[in-house]
């Protein structure tokens, strides 16, 4: 498939040459990226799907490399990560753009600003910030780690690389994440395996279903679903999120398939349903009902999933941690704040009742 976008004319001045990207067979000076699934066919002067990597002269550039937005500190259940690294904080950046176009995007000013603009470049006409600046200010702000978020960190991945290098280079013992949408290619998802560039990524599972995918976000199912057993598979940590939309991702039927398949992956996967808020495209939809909430956790807890959680509620004890053996109360928090954590005094990853051990990174 050739993905097309005539929206921009790009200055060759500053763009940095994009990874995993080859000469395409035609039409003639095309390339092929194939960063994210979508794999696309790139034509001479035109931008790919996520209108962030553009053809210049047959070679592949980045347009969002050095254009972080957003920098801040936050704590690492804000991802939400509840089984990595609890009451750590991170620091936290993205870059404009997405390779996806989800109609109740929260950050849809962040990740569809490229294709917004008349002009993709308007959406990079900012300062750059280097990696090694990023590096040096996790440093100086103490951040435990370094959070790729806001946007999708794969479109930003030399970036993102590049920073993860020059942060290891002074301070080796942070931790770096994705919070992801899980439509990286297996390329990419290899060169982050074989340079061991993550510690834990957060997948978001969307729909269950094909057809939602295609037509609600752009993109299709069966990669991301990929990417979570590859994930799983790897020494690197995972968490499952799912944003429940009412009429568009709440069928009960729904979520019994999606928890059955991800029960089928492993148990002990943690999964988030998080509220949604009417935004961006989809904001004639209500907020989500708690009720709806915690009958997809009951679903899920049925389908034999030991770590469920409800986010963005307030809903009491729908954050905390308990033993799926004998229901001791392990993490104890509200918002995005830890009030307890039992781990942090036997300083293992097991209940201290009665010993299980729990799929936990301290
Ligand atoms: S990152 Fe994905 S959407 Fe963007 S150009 Fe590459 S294959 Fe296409």
Redesign the pocket.
């Known amino acids: 498939m050739i993905?097309v976008s005539n929206r921009f004319m790009p200055r060759e001045k500053g763009l940095k040459e994009a990874m995993l990207y080859e000469k395409a067979a035609k039409p003639p000076g095309a390339v092929k990226?194939?960063?994210?699934a979508?794999?696309?066919t790139?034509p001479k002067e035109k931008l790919?799907?996520?209108s962030?990597?553009c053809n210049k002269g047959g070679k592949l550039y980045s347009l969002s490399y050095g254009k972080q937005t957003g920098l801040e500190m936050d704590p690492v259940e804000k991802k939400p990560f509840f089984h990595f690294k609890p009451g750590t904080q991170c620091l936290s950046f993205g870059t404009p753009g997405c390779?996806l176009r989800c109609l109740g995007c929260l950050n849809w000013f962040l990740s569809q600003s490229p294709r917004e603009a008349k002009n993709a470049m308007d959406a990079f006409d900012f300062e750059e910030t280097p990696p090694k600046r990023i590096a040096e200010l996790a440093v100086k702000y103490k951040a435990d780690g370094v959070a790729y978020t806001y946007s999708e960190p794969?479109?930003f991945f030399e970036y993102a690389r590049d920073t993860i290098l020059a942060t290891r280079k002074i301070a080796p013992e942070k931790y770096h994440v994705f919070v992801t949408n899980g439509y990286f290619s297996n390329e990419c998802f290899q060169t982050i395996r074989k340079e061991k560039l993550l510690d834990a990524l957060r997948i978001d599972l969307k729909f269950f279903n094909d057809k939602k995918y295609r037509k609600f976000t752009g993109a299709s199912l069966e990669p991301v679903l990929e990417s979570i057993k590859r994930v799983h598979a790897s020494p690197m940590h995972l968490e499952v999120i799912c944003l429940v939309i009412p009429t568009l991702s709440d069928d009960a039927g729904e979520i019994r398939e999606m928890c059955k398949w991800l029960a089928g992956v492993d148990r002990e996967i943690p999964l988030h349903f998080l509220r949604f808020f009417p935004y961006y495209k989809a904001a004639d939809l209500p907020a989500t009902p708690e009720e709806t909430l915690l009958k997809a956790k009951a679903i899920a807890e049925e389908e034999g999933l030991n770590y469920v959680y409800v986010g963005n509620t307030g809903i009491p004890g729908a954050e905390n941690t308990y033993c799926p053996k004998c229901k001791a109360l392990l993490v104890e928090r509200y918002g995005m704040s830890v009030l307890r954590n039992s781990f942090q005094l036997t300083g293992k990853p097991e209940c201290p009742s009665c010993g299980r051990k729990i799929n936990i990174v301290i």
């Open positions: 993905w990226c194939s960063l994210c979508h794999y696309c790139i790919g799907f996520c962030v990597r390779n794969t479109i």
